[in-house]
């Protein structure tokens, strides 16, 4: 089975951990954080969006100019862009790109965020709008000639597009905790995206996406695409020192899980299932299965990705194969202090999930992880546990 990573860009120095807030774009640590993805083996990039944020189709396009084979997943919100220009921008990202683009569909998990760019659908309405977007980017994709359409959501005359993507199409994907989510990714989507749950819960909801990919009468499914932030040391005691001060930092600098025990004593809980979803396993316990640590998502609010794994090298890079093992092929890996986890990640962590994974090939059996990774962890890094 071939595995696929992902990380996150980001276009300055700010993380959460370091308390800077400088929105500015800085062009020398965009693509210096690039190669450091593409030089760690990660195989794409998300690149996020925001409504304060910078645009994500010019940051994906800088992106595929300081790399060869690093793929950026340009996050969208329906409501910002008309699909027609939509599909002519992901296509000439492609062309730019050499056949690099892919796509991830926000529908929108908060009203309060949606409305700031005059987007005042309701959930479900959002929803069925993003099912209507997807089915026009793939006519427009598809067709030579002109055509027509008239929705719900969208009506044009006589559309064609001359910039045609370089395969011939371009991989979505979907995301969400949501019945709409999983209808709308089971049915349309390439890739359904997940964040990092317990091992049965992320069972669970692939297995919903599946069954409504059957419903929708496809005979394959999307691949499976699953988001951790892990915290790694060269020892265990290390790696939980480190989780510790993570924690104690986000929580200094996020008032989230104040806010969230107030709003549970009131009865209110997140407007998207996702985060209610993690809020909920958090509470269960801290730690579930081999490495999966949730009071991250607690101290942040589950605002987005946000629970932990934590260990060693090679106890993280058990855990990915746990889910490898469940079927997701897709592993989205970024950290707190994002550039030096980054960093991390690709010299310790990918090496040892894709030999595994090649000696699973090689031999038909699971294998085991060398102790001398460790070491090498060991003798160059100094556990960082700055902020």
């Known amino acids: ?207 919903r996406v599946a069954a409504q990919s059957r419903l929708a009468g496809r005979s394959d499914t999307p691949r499976t695409w699953v988001t951790f932030r892990p915290i790694i040391a060269p020892t265990e005691e290390l790696a939980w020192e480190k989780a510790h001060h993570v924690l104690s930092t986000l929580q200094e600098r996020s008032g989230a899980a104040t806010l969230w025990r107030q709003r549970k004593n009131n009865g209110q809980a997140p407007a998207n299932v996702g985060s209610q979803r993690l809020l909920d396993i958090a509470a269960g316990g801290d730690l579930h299965d081999r490495a999966l640590w949730t009071p991250t998502a607690t101290a942040t609010g589950a605002a987005g990705a946000s629970t932990a794994l934590v260990g060693t090298p090679e106890t993280v890079a058990a855990a990915i194969l746990d889910y490898v093992d469940l079927g997701a092929d897709l592993i989205s890996i970024r950290g707190y202090d994002n550039f030096n986890d980054a960093v991390d990640y690709g010299g310790y962590v990918i090496p040892l999930v894709r030999e595994e994974l090649a000696h699973r090939e090689r031999t038909g059996q699971k294998g085991l992880l060398q102790a001398e990774h460790l070491g090498a962890y060991a003798e160059n890094s100094i556990g960082r546990v700055s902020a």
């Open 1 to 207: 089975m071939t595995v696929e990573f992902i990380s996150a860009i980001n276009v300055n120095r700010s993380n959460e951990l370091n308390g800077l807030a400088d929105p500015t774009l800085d062009p020398s640590y965009l693509k210096r954080y690039a190669r450091v993805l593409e030089d760690g083996g990660f195989d794409y990039t998300l690149v996020p969006y925001g409504s304060p944020g910078h645009d994500p189709f010019i940051i994906a396009a800088a992106v595929t100019q300081h790399t060869e084979k690093l793929k950026p997943i340009v996050a969208l919100r329906p409501n910002t862009i008309y699909p027609t220009v939509a599909a002519k921008a992901l296509a000439t990202l492609d062309q730019l790109s050499g056949g690099r683009a892919v796509v991830h569909f926000i529908a929108g998990g908060s009203d309060a965020e949606q409305a700031r760019e005059g987007d005042r659908l309701n959930k479900v309405e959002r929803y069925a709008r993003q099912e209507e977007y997807i089915q026009i980017l793939r006519k427009v994709w598809a067709n030579t000639e002109p055509f027509s359409h008239t929705g719900t959501y969208y009506s044009f005359e006589d559309f064609v597009s001359v910039v045609r993507p370089t395969n011939g199409t371009i991989p979505i994907s979907v995301g969400g905790s949501s019945d709409d989510a999983y209808r709308v990714g089971g049915a349309l989507g390439d890739i359904f995206g997940l964040w990092g749950e317990p091992l049965k819960e992320t069972q669970e909801q692939i297995d």
